[in-house]
């Protein structure tokens, strides 16, 4: 009986062996899905995010040119000009084009109007100092009639989901400066 008792502790200890325990863990197949699942999952979820995070922008973009080009019409027709309008009052024009909720337009939101001589005179670069914004440098002159005018729309809009070294930012802490720009010359008025 001894020898029985021995017997059945020596396979059972020969089974333990390290070698024989990584053949028995690589043959079972309970929970390799899951396991696989977990491996592709973050990559997979990262991706998905940044492409969501990138339309998005794109999309914020879109919304700001419109607003630009639709309320420098108000300008460009001399309806600005003829009511007095100050660039607060701008502002608020550009606020009612913007879709609701994407924005946050009084704090966010700057307008920048410039008149200019002739066309090639025009500067459209963004008043980007060290990788900041600089709302000093926006202006408010709407012109008379026949003037060139630039209107140009910026906002900072954060950007969450940085993929392979934050490329959709152009901003100090991780920003991305949207800029909608449209050019005209007044009508007569």
């Known amino acids: 009986m001894l020898e ?3 017997c059945k502790i020596a396979a059972r200890v020969h089974r333990l062996l390290p070698a024989r325990a990584a053949c028995r863990f690589a043959r079972h197949q309970d929970g390799a899905a899951a396991v696989e699942f977990a491996l ?3 990559p997979f979820l990262a991706l998905l995010f940044a492409i969501l995070e990138t339309a998005l922008v794109f999309f914020a973009g879109q919304t700001l040119e419109a ?3 639709d309320s420098g019409r108000l300008i460009m027709t001399g309806q600005a000009q003829t009511a007095g309008y100050t660039q607060d009052d701008f502002k608020t024009q550009v606020c009612n084009r913007l879709a609701g909720g994407l924005f946050n337009c009084s704090s966010g939101v700057y307008v920048d109007v410039k008149t200019y001589a ?3 005179a025009v500067n ?3 008043p980007i100092v060290n990788g900041t914004f600089d709302p000093t440098k926006v202006a ?3 012109g008379t009639q026949g003037s060139i005018v630039v209107v140009t729309l910026y906002y900072q809009w954060p950007i969450y ?3 392979l070294g934050n490329n959709l930012s152009n901003l100090n802490g991780g920003s991305r400066l949207l800029m909608a720009t ?3 010359r007044n009508e007569p008025y």
């Open 124 to 126: 459209t670069a963004p």
């Open 67 to 69: 607003a630009a080009s």
């Open 118 to 120: 002739n066309f090639s």
């Open 40 to 42: 592709v999952a973050v």
């Open 4 to 6: 029985r008792i021995r």
């Open 161 to 163: 989901v940085s993929l």
């Open 182 to 184: 449209s050019v005209f």
């Open 140 to 142: 408010y002159d709407a």
